[in-house]
């Protein structure tokens, strides 16, 4: 019998029934990730145009419906949830995650307004001031989560626009380094800047922002009459982890009365680890920080961060008043959520962080961190062992970006060289790597981030790019590869 809309509401036992069914597979799914290839993505267009239908009006067994999702359409995708996939910036998934989701959806409870709902919005107040903590910003901090670290520089932006320049700010000028994240530029163009607005400082040979160019672009700038307001620095660029030196850009947003953020979206969960934090020295001197928690602590998509040092810096830029809305708090430990963020009604976000660093404690997020680095140093000695290889970044985080050099190529002989190298260590489909523009030269990086990534799959991937390289040898009987 087709559904009706009684069956809106379920009874208990089907409830149980339903939510049983979904556990089973997804367990299933995550037990079966070792053993999927790392991407999979032959004839997913014929897939995707197979799906194409008009709105149901009468209704599908769920058991078919979870079955479709699960094993037959996730199946066909980059396997990013998988240990194999060092490509582009890895995510994860903790299962005690997607618990909290199920868990925070299924209780639906409005956590944007403190009064709706104080105790379920303390504990992402929680997670907010654990972050601070682990950056070494005051408790006049304050933050919110976002959908992802775009949406946090956008924020980001717009809050040093509101407080660093008029009504009429089109002369404001931003500093960013050629590697910043696309996220960034994008943000300008949202928060109404011109192109021109937005500075892109050289880097240096550790692909981080040049201070000199940076002092003379901005003194260059005051010269033609524009108004300097922001310098966005990176702390793990996505091409190569390039931490940029975080103090010396404080000095000098200081020295020029600049707004300081900070994109820390790949590497800021780093800061738990003594290693990753000795790299970014100076990171609670910046104004604001984006971090990314569906990178660095492994949750599931749909997790970002935006936290800023003086809270009421949030509150200034995002404060609207509406007459039929509830009474929001002036205690400064009270947080309305959308008193400082961009966001009204949304999911509450919070529980899918808070329950994990509950469950495991900060020092399971830490080894596994402190693992992740040894892995890309241990890529770097393996990658160095073979013969040919050129190593473009070695890893300040966890990212390792390399090519082949074959000797006399010119870079454009070089670059397809490389692209070929990719496409052979992917078809084995062990590992997902991705390749980037350096310096208008193609290299491949291997950036490992997955908590389900241990030191046997990164055996398999140097084991693969060793047999491509020697593929690749013998097929272009070019010896002088390696
Ligand atoms: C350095 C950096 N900043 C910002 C972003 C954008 O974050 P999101 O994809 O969460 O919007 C990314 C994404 O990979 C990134 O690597």
Redesign the pocket.
Known sequence: MSPRFEDLEPTADRMREMAKLATDRIIAHIESLPSQPASDIEGGYELARSLVEEAPQSGTDIEELVELVVDRLAAKSFMNAGPGFMA??PGGGLFASALADFIADGINRYVTVWTAAPGLVQLEVNVIRWFCRMLGYPDEARGFLS???????FTALFTARRERLPENFLDGTIYVSTQV?H??TRAATLAGFPESAVRSVLVDNDWCMRIDVLEETIAGDRLAGRAPFLIVG?V???NTGAVDDVSALADVADREQLWLHL?????GFFALTERGRGRMAGIERADSI?L?P??GLFLP?GT?CLLVRDGGALKRAHTVQADYMPELQESPELVDFCEISPELSRDFRGLRVWLPIKMYGLDAFRSSLDEKLDLAEWALRELETIAGVEIIAPPQLSVVAFRLRPEGSTDREADRVNRRLLEMINAKKRVLLTGTVLDGVFALRICVLNFRTHLDRMELCLEDIRTSVADLRSLDGSEEIG
Do not use: C, F, Q, R
Not at 147 to 153: D, I, V
Not at 263 to 267: F, P
């Open positions: 582009y910036i959908s992802g670290g775009s949406l946090a520089n994240h996220s960034v990176s793990g660029t996505t994109d820390a979206a790949y590497g984006t990314d569906h990178k998509y970002g």
